[in-house]
């Protein structure tokens, strides 16, 4: 529910038995506490009331996040013949460079912001120069402002570059997986604080710094915490 795509090489006697998935980032840990949770629940239900909700989460992991595919065009060749091609591979390795620069000269010192180019796709074959390239993009901000300029960035590098390549067509933008800014609950934060606490003492319950992951979950009234497990040794 929670994998990862990532091989576990770990030897661990509780690896994963799946080749190319893993739970990588501690959300078996999750999944298994939020089910813990639901089980001491049930078990106690006479000193309770009301109704209790338990969401498995896919991928709960806080800052506003979106992912980017980002199609250019260009015009195929024979890889002999460059000469006669819109090359989109070029095109996009130069994109790819000039985004670098919307966190290093376009954000302000203070601001957060990350860019992330996870995959870069064009052709199959090495003596074709296809006729298109896919830039798979990732961003994440803390700021609702500095996240409309960054995408704002995106786009205007985007479509000057493939202008200043001549493109025959204008690139395509598909934004998916769109999370808002994480932003907890006072009321909740403060009864969950104070029961932590008061389980776990006040050295286990410390305030985080904000982390650079995402959270679908936002449409609900949260508080967001994160826990961990202490090693046996």
């Given amino acids: 529910m929670l994998c990862r795509p990532v091989t576990e090489d770990t030897g661990l006697h509780f690896a994963s038995e799946v080749d190319g998935v893993m739970h990588a980032c501690g959300h078996d840990m999750h999944a298994a506490a939020l089910l813990g949770a639901v089980r001491l629940l049930k078990e106690n239900r006479n000193a309770w009331s009301g109704t209790y909700v338990a969401l498995f989460q896919p991928a709960e992991e806080n800052a506003a996040g979106d992912s980017v595919k980002i199609t250019v065009f260009g015009r195929g060749a024979h890889g002999s013949m460059p000469h006669l091609s819109v090359d989109p591979v070029v095109l996009a390795a130069a994109i790819v460079l000039r985004l670098q620069t919307i966190v290093s000269r376009e954000t302000e010192p203070g601001e957060f912001a990350v860019v992330t180019d996870g995959a870069s796709n064009a052709g199959s074959k090495s003596n074709t120069i296809p006729d298109r390239a896919e830039l798979l993009l990732n961003v994440h901000t ?66 985080a710094t904000p982390a650079t992951a995402s959270d679908r979950g936002l449409s609900y009234e949260i508080f967001r915490c994160s826990s961990g497990i202490r090693s046996r040794s």
């Fill in 142 to 207: 803390y700021d609702t402002a500095v996240r409309k300029r960054v995408i704002a960035s995106i786009e205007r590098i985007v479509r000057g570059e493939c202008a200043a390549a001549g493109t025959p067509k204008e690139p395509t933008f598909e934004y998916f997986d769109q999370f808002p800014l994480t932003d907890n609950s006072e009321a909740v934060n403060d009864t969950i604080t104070e029961a932590l606490t008061e389980f776990s003492g006040t050295e286990a319950v410390q305030e």
